[in-house]
């Protein structure tokens, strides 16, 4: 059953505000399983990450040890830090120059610091399996499981066994495997926000993952670790106007520039919205679509994408023409007429989901049904443009 929108509405802005109004989270409740706010600390850069432990290291059980040496690890008090540790599959971990490209697509985030640089620093741990770039000494390999079923108790099961608990408040977890619950969907986040996803685009569902599969997917799915979802403040997917990996139009093949390039990050600036009701194909996408190419759906729920810039008189409705200004289309695919409301992602990031940060802020658990993930036969139909 999903809740009532409105008061997810109520609860999503609530926790907004509360992160808005205050840089101060709260250190981790020494035991409670389900802890709770105990003391507040400073967190100048607001990634959920107190000075305290940027500066000193991370003290889990308060015994006066540092178990996890953050300042060691390239944390920084004035410059938001997100730590991944990563687990694999054999053959399942992404390349070097893939996990660049993710560390790319977090530094060149319009997010800006109290330091006065911009930026996310992301730090990726594969353990040795890689550069020293990547070894913050947690990640290993996993025994092959080509079927994670069910998914969510068999990723505990694994996190359990190779993930050092008293990380589970500074990093987020992640499996690099093949498949889950007998199908072929790319991944899985459980909830947004949270602290644990997997990717999934392996050997058993013939993904034939590249580079562009493995970078799309994982910042896909720590999207929605980091509070992010398919349609920016909804689940509508396959919005035009939202011009992220986020959207399924582009989590694989990336967002597509008018000059060529692809774009493999989340939305960087709030889109003008798109009544269905009558959206006016001689504006195209406005300033929003300025070097992008976007994606959209026909009546007969083919898929098309622009041939140039999303700035341009785009053919809603599939008619032939880009002069309807009146005319309703269901641009998205889901067979209803409505808004299209996206979101600037970067300026709506939730650092601290679920035990990271200490795991104190309430969360609202999110359906089952909104955490479907795009699947292989889904994509292959998305290229037959
Ligand atoms: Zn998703």
């Known amino acids: 059953m999903r809740p009532r929108p409105a008061l997810l509405a109520v609860l999503t802005s609530l926790a907004a505000a509360a992160l808005a109004t205050s840089s101060a ?29 940027e500066t000193n290291g991370y003290d889990a059980n308060g015994d006066g040890v540092v178990d996890v040496d953050l300042p060691a690890m390239g944390a920084n008090p004035k410059k938001k830090d997100l730590f991944v ?21 977090f530094a060149s985030a319009p997010v800006s610091n109290p330091d006065g640089t911009t930026g996310v620093k992301i730090h990726l741990d594969a353990g040795a399996a890689r550069s020293a770039a990547y070894n913050l000494g947690g990640g290993n390999q996993v025994t092959y499981d080509a079927d994670l079923n069910p998914s969510a108790s068999q990723t505990n099961a694994i996190k359990a066994a190779n993930f050092a608990a008293v990380r589970k ?33 392996g050997p058993k569902c013939a993904w034939n993952a590249t580079d562009d599969t493995n970078v799309g997917t994982f910042v896909h799915e720590l999207g929605h670790n980091i509070g992010l979802k ?32 692809k774009y493999w990050g989340y939305s960087n600036v709030q889109p003008t919205s798109i ?34 810039a999303a700035n341009q008189p785009i053919d809603w409705n599939c008619d032939g023409d880009t002069t309807d200004t009146t005319t309703a289309a269901d641009i998205n ?18 650092f601290g989901g679920g035990a990271v940060g200490g795991g104190t ?12 993930e795009i699947t292989h036969d889904e994509w292959v139909s998305l290229q037959h443009k």
């Open 85 to 105: 540790e990563m687990d694999y599959m054999s053959g399942r971990l992404a390349s070097t120059a893939a996990l660049d490209r993710i560390v790319q697509v």
């Open 361 to 372: 802020t309430p969360r609202t658990k999110t359906p089952a049904s909104e955490l479907q």
């Open 169 to 201: 408040a500074v990093f987020h977890y992640m499996i690099w495997g093949d498949s889950y619950d007998g199908g072929c969907s790319s991944g899985q986040a459980f909830n947004i926000p949270n602290d644990t996803f997997i990717v999934t685009v």
């Open 333 to 350: 695919g889901d067979k209803t007429t409505s808004i299209l409301i996206a979101q600037n992602n970067w300026a709506n990031i939730v």
């Open 275 to 308: 009544n269905e009701a009558r959206p006016d194909e001689t504006v195209g996408l406005g300033s929003l679509g300025a070097g992008y190419k976007t994606s959209w759906k026909c009546p007969n729920g083919s898929t098309r994408t622009t041939a140039g």
């Open 230 to 261: 398919h349609g920016g403040t909804d689940n509508l997917n396959y919005k035009p106007n939202y011009l992220s990996v986020m959207n399924y139009s582009f989590q694989l093949g990336g967002v597509l520039k008018s000059d060529g390039t």
């Open 25 to 53: 989270v709260a250190a981790p409740a020494p035991s409670a399983d389900n802890a709770k706010t105990v003391v507040a600390a400073t967190d100048t850069d607001g990634d959920s990450l107190p000075d305290a432990w």
